[in-house]
């Protein structure tokens, strides 16, 4: 392509419902369709030989939905994972990664299990790492760090003047990934959600008005050319 891609691409998959709304159906159907354009943009992203990509697909605040609907998003991610399962081949001839990237607690163990599995299976496999960002909250993932910090301290093992931003860093779940370069958030919301809010310090973001069940490969391919004309400062000049 020969221009430079980024190394890690943030999607929030926002707009599920709004796209089964406008077709009659239900909520659940609309995130089934997100799920079959998540497979459509990991696969080609593994294929495109980015590095790291986030994936938003459940967040902390989503459990205020109705139970229906947060149950039927549970089984999707179960009938995802069991296909990962049977799709392990292809997965490490793509060299992908997967990482589960949320709070455990309040999550059904069986997905627990089902992610530990897949990711503990592909650890080897290091062209692509694909998080899943299931009951995930960038507030919540910052306290995760910082509250590891605190006991180190109350445990006389670090001195609190000499915490540094690396050290908050390398607690969050994206510990030895590359910040995301770009933010992409479809579905015409123009806000993070709780998403990566300490990683995407500097990253850059692109909106759509489409909702994520129709985003396509072609646009994919726009994010990475828009990227490649961003001229990104970090406070410079
Ligand atoms: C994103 O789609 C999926 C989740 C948040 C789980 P939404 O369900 O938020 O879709 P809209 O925003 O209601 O259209
Ligand atoms: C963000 O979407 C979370 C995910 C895509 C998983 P939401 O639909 O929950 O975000 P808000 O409520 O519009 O901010
Ligand atoms: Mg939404």
Redesign the pocket.
Known sequence: MGIELPRHIGF??????????SRGLS?SE??KA?ADAFRRICEYGCDIGIKSMTF????TE?WK?PAQ?VSA?MNIFRDYLHEAQERKEENAQKGMHMHYMGEREGMPEDILDLFDTAENESVNQTKTTVNIAVNYGGRAEILHSVKRLAHSVAAGELDPDSITEDMITSGLYTAGQPEPDIIVRP?G?QRLSNFMIWQAAYSEFWYTDK??PDFTTEDFDKVIEDYSKRHRRFGGV
């Open positions: 929030i998959m926002d707009g599920n419902g709004r796209w089964a709304t909520r609309g995130h997100g938003y697909a459940f967040s989503n939905r609907e998003i579905s919301e909702l994520w």
